[in-house]
């Protein structure tokens, strides 16, 4: 079992920066695959970034590329996402997720646990 918790969220101004956080519980951190989503109201939950077990591997929406940055540190079971150029249309809350298995992590179905979410409002 792996327990998640995000914090790091609140209101900004386009163009600003934000630094989201995802604190795990349980050893086997280092073992999962994480990646953060993100739901704006009236849409479905989106893929925003995923980061391997070891950090070697990062993948990025098209939307946030360049502007955001997915990083971990497996010593303090925590994951990280460094928002900076925030846009209105980066406004949602974003949960942080745990995969156990293979995939492409793009998809919701791929993660097996999931945070509470924290709420990323960017004001024009």
């Known amino acids: 079992q792996v327990q998640l918790v995000e914090s790091g969220g609140g209101l900004v101004q386009a163009g600003g920066s934000l630094r989201l956080s995802c604190a795990a519980s349980?050893?086997?951190?280092?073992?999962?695959?994480n990646g953060w989503f993100r739901q704006a109201p009236g849409t479905e939950r989106e893929f925003v970034a995923a980061?391997?077990?070891?950090?070697?591997?990062?993948y990025y929406a098209d939307s946030v590329k360049g502007r955001f940055t997915i990083s971990r540190d497996n010593a303090k079971n925590t994951m990280y996402l460094q928002m900076n150029s925030l846009k209105p249309e980066d406004t949602a809350v974003y949960y942080c997720?745990?995969?156990?298995?293979?995939?492409?992590?793009?998809?919701?179905?791929?993660?097996?646990?999931w945070g509470q979410g924290t709420q990323v409002t960017v004001s024009s």
């Open positions: 997720a745990a995969a156990s298995g293979r995939g492409t992590y793009f998809y919701t179905w791929e993660y097996d646990y």
């Open positions: 349980g050893r086997t951190f280092s073992t999962y695959t």
């Open positions: 980061i391997s077990w070891s950090g070697g591997s990062t």
